[in-house]
């Protein structure tokens, strides 16, 4: 098994990868298949947003919607926003 391969193996589902995207959106990184509810709980837990709603929602169409990790095939890019 290559070493980025055993590496994204022993990866958290979701990382937050840019605590802040402009005043209401960040960054993570997460596997393919994960659910918004398991994007938002970390996002919640690891990086507050300091709103009242807290962050709400996760980008999946239009502008913003995920990407390609560049570093790990089986992960994407999504934004989160309040």
Not at 14 to 36: E, F
Not at 49 to 76: A, F, L
Request: glycine share 8%; with cysteine; charged share 30%.
């Amino acid at each position: 098994m290559e070493k980025k391969e055993k590496e994204e193996e022993n990866m958290a589902k979701v990382i937050v990868t840019r605590p802040m995207l402009g005043l209401c959106h960040m960054q993570v990184c997460a596997i393919k298949d994960v659910t918004d509810e398991e994007i938002l709980e970390v996002s919640n837990r690891e990086n507050p947003s300091g709103t009242t709603g807290g962050w709400s929602s996760v980008i999946r169409e239009g502008d913003g919607k995920p990407g390609q990790c560049s570093d790990y095939p089986n992960r994407m890019h999504f934004l989160v926003q309040c």
